[in-house]
């Protein structure tokens, strides 16, 4: 079956830090993978998607990056964090899509909560 | 207008009673719709996807009107367990390797 990991669980950090939250996924090849962010009480925000390595698309323009350097990791960073930045944040994958209209459905790891002092 | 929308809520019921949720989405062209449960702090786990016809798992029956550009959750005999927040998903027509969540339902459900 498969599994996501997200690491670290929370985070503390300043701000103009660097950032660096890591995920994988277990048990699947050539998936679709995601970046999210949830703002407390808030809906979820897609950052960044990939449907392969080196492939990244950004959805919101903002101070993050995310890059996929192995079929099965993708990674969210950050140079100088903002206040602003502050939030949950998931990942998620999904059986790789061609584009056709249906769309699969999402599985989440964990999530890490950051916050930014 | 919001592209998913729905009440927030919160919906509170007492155990065995039944609950629905309603949400409605903007793009007509939609093709896949789904319910996510998010428990307080965690992440957001499929709860089921939404076919054309109508499908049911288990006390859970979800509902698809495409002429009124909406989804419906039916949770039958509620349990405590059931206390959470509902996320009616649908997938964007621009992508489809893009859904949008809608902000959630909660539902308490009080012994």
């Known amino acids: 079956s498969q599994t996501i990991h997200q690491w670290p669980a929370t985070l503390v950090q300043p701000v103009g830090s660097p950032l660096s939250l890591e995920c994988t996924v277990e048990g699947t090849s050539n998936p679709n993978l995601y970046w999210y962010r949830q703002a407390a009480g808030r809906g979820l925000q897609l950052l960044f998607y990939?449907?392969?390595?080196?492939?990244i698309s950004s959805e919101v323009p903002q101070n993050l990056s995310a890059s996929r350097p192995q079929d099965r990791q993708f990674i969210l960073s950050s140079k100088k964090l903002l206040l602003s930045d502050s939030g949950f944040y998931l990942c998620a994958w999904s059986v790789y899509s061609s584009g056709s209209a249906l769309s699969y459905e999402q599985y989440f790891g964990p999530g890490t909560r950051l916050t930014v002092t | 207008r919001k592209e998913v929308e729905q009440d927030p809520g919160p919906f509170n019921v007492p155990e065995g009673a039944t609950v629905a949720f309603n949400c409605t989405y903007s793009?007509?062209?939609?093709?896949?719709f789904f319910w996510y449960r998010q428990d307080c702090r965690k992440e957001p786990k499929l709860l089921m996807s939404?076919?054309?016809s109508g499908n049911e798992d288990g006390r859970f029956t979800a509902q698809l009107n495409r002429a009124s550009q909406y989804i419906s959750l039916l949770i039958r005999d509620s349990k405590l367990s059931d206390s959470a927040t509902y996320l009616c998903?649908?997938?964007?027509?621009?992508?489809?390797?893009?859904?949008?969540f809608g902000s959630g339902t909660r539902l308490l459900v009080r012994p």
């Open positions: 990939s449907v392969g390595i080196g492939q």
């Open positions: 998903v649908v997938n964007r027509v621009d992508s489809s390797y893009k859904l949008i």
């Open positions: 939404v076919y054309s």
């Open positions: 793009n007509s062209a939609s093709q896949s």
